[in-house]
């Protein structure tokens, strides 16, 4: 398996454009995860999927972040409108959760600027 | 709720020096406990994990001891290399998602 791919892997932006990441999870994975990742806040759990379904959405910032998941091999986060303090890197997980055990796969994240 | 507790850093040793980044948990139930590594400019890796009380989890000349009387896991290496230079993370498993701890920044210079 390629491991969780994520695109794109750098993205600029200007203030208060859409922004839209995009994540394919490890096939079979039953879990998805969205982090942010800031020097300043370390690694935030935005939100996450079971099976397609948000099960926990606490984590977004607020109603400019929104997260889908279509179908098992695809998830996106889109940012709209994005503002300088959104900039940082966005990580994808996945995961099989078998009652106890759930390591999390991470992919190499997307790196997102906006000017 | 549960809760993981890592030592702060940034941590900076020399080259084959002996590394010990602390890390205690709070947790109902037997949880998993991970150790996910970073490296500059990349994602989290999970470097090694324990399941149970007891387990030893080890993994490019690291090690951890999952303890369950004293509720740690604290990571070991004995001699560091320039190449372990990277961001450790200590994670608490157990439900459906992990809880991170805040990472150690480890820099090991020749």
């Known amino acids: 398996d390629a491991g969780v791919i994520q695109s794109p892997r750098h993205e600029v932006t200007e203030m208060g454009q859409e922004v839209t990441l995009r994540c394919k999870p490890i096939?079979?994975?039953?879990?998805l995860f969205w982090y942010r990742q800031t020097m300043m806040r370390g690694l935030e759990l935005l939100i996450y999927?079971?099976?397609?379904?948000?099960?926990?959405d606490s984590g977004m910032p607020e109603d400019r972040f929104s997260a889908k998941m279509p179908n098992a091999s695809f998830s996106t986060l889109k940012i709209q409108p994005s503002e300088p303090r959104d900039s940082a890197v966005y990580f994808c997980?996945?995961?099989?959760?078998?009652?106890?055990?759930?390591?999390?796969?991470f992919g190499p994240g997307t790196r997102l600027t906006v000017l | 709720g549960n809760s993981v507790t890592q030592m702060e850093g940034p941590v900076t040793l020399s080259e084959e020096a002996f590394l010990t980044i602390n890390c205690t948990y709070t947790?109902?139930?037997?949880?998993?406990l991970f150790w996910y590594v970073q490296y500059p400019g990349e994602g989290l890796q999970l470097l090694l994990k324990?399941?149970?009380?007891?387990d030893k989890g080890s993994n490019k000349g690291f090690e951890a001891t999952y303890r369950k009387e004293t509720t740690s896991f604290h990571l070991e290496k004995g001699s560091v290399q320039v190449s372990d230079s990277a961001v450790y993370f200590c994670?608490?498993?157990?439900?459906?998602?992990?809880?991170f701890g805040k990472g150690t920044k480890l820099t090991v210079n020749p």
């Open positions: 997980a996945s995961s099989f959760f078998s009652g106890r055990y759930n390591e999390q796969f």
């Open positions: 096939s079979g994975h039953d879990y």
């Open positions: 999927f079971n099976n397609n379904v948000p099960i926990d």
């Open positions: 947790a109902t139930g037997y949880p998993s």
């Open positions: 324990a399941t149970k009380a007891d």
């Open positions: 994670a608490l498993g157990g439900s459906e998602k992990l809880v």
